[in-house]
Nanobody, 115 residues
Framework: QVQLVESGGGLVQPGGSLRLSCTAS????????MGWYRQAPGKERELVAS???????NYADAVKGRFTISRDNARIAAYLQMNSLKPEDTAVYYC?????????WGQGTQVTVSS
């Protein structure tokens, strides 16, 4: 089993920045992928960004150039730096950890972009 702890959500004005953190613990394998999904009210959950243990990254078109995902393999942690936030970025953000064809989800953290 893998446990995830997320932090960093909150309320920010349009154009502002937030940094989300996610730390994994438990039965960790060296080859894995960490990422962030988000779900806005009335919408389906969507991939925001992901990063492999080899540090290959993938971003949703809506966040390219504004969000940056990174990781610390020694700490089994992933970070999502979100800049130039827009009201449409408002959602619950979920950390996901994938290994051996299984996905583990965090509890979610609310990000609200509003003036």
């Amino acid at each position: 089993q893998v446990q995830l702890v997320e932090s960093g959500g909150g309320l920010v004005q349009p154009g502002g920045s937030l940094r989300l953190s996610c730390t994994a613990s438990g039965s960790i394998f060296a080859i894995n992928t960490m990422g962030w999904y988000r779900q806005a009210p009335g919408k389906e959950r969507e991939l925001v960004a992901s990063i492999t243990s080899g540090r290959s990254t993938n971003y949703a078109d809506a966040v390219k150039g504004r969000f940056t995902i990174s990781r610390d393999n020694a700490r089994i942690a992933a970070y999502l730096q979100m800049n130039s936030l827009k009201p449409e970025d408002t959602a619950v953000y979920y950390c996901v950890y994938s290994q051996l064809r299984r996905d583990y989800w965090g509890q979610g953290t609310q990000v609200t972009v509003s003036s």
